[in-house]
């Protein structure tokens, strides 16, 4: 059974960073997906990231997350990481990894299995 499980949310000012670790568990082949993606109180759950296993190769939802988040994996230490700098109010989210066989999305549709999620609160 594969299971996801974030930990790094916390509270940060405004210009600040966090790095946001998915520990993953229980894939018997090297053939999958992690994304990252996020969700804010009223919102729409939206992709950040993802990351094939089998290559490391990435992709982002936005340019504009593309250049304050970068997604990267430690396969030894089978975690998936999202480095979140010069973050702002709006970054105000729950954040949740995710993981699908094979192929890569940023779409959480493409997911069907979550992790509980970390809170990340920008605040001043």
């Known amino acids: 059974q594969v299971q996801l499980v974030e930990s790094g949310g916390g509270l940060v000012q405004p210009g600040g960073s966090l790095k946001l670790s998915c520990g993953v568990s229980?894939?018997?082949?090297?053939?999958?997906?992690i994304g990252w993606f996020r969700q804010a109180p009223g919102k729409e759950r939206e992709g950040i990231s993802c990351i094939s296993n089998w290559d490391g190769s990435t992709n982002y939802a936005e340019e504009s997350m593309k250049a304050r988040f970068t997604i990267s994996r430690d396969n030894p230490k089978n975690t998936v990481y999202l480095q979140m700098n010069s973050l702002k109010l709006e970054d105000t989210a729950t954040y949740y990894c995710?993981?699908?066989?094979?192929?890569?999305?940023?779409?959480?549709?493409?997911?069907?299995?979550w992790g509980q999620g970390t809170q990340v609160t920008v605040s001043s």
């Open positions: 995710a993981a699908k066989r094979y192929y890569s999305s940023t779409s959480p549709g493409a997911y069907d299995t």
């Open positions: 229980g894939f018997t082949s090297d053939y999958y997906a």
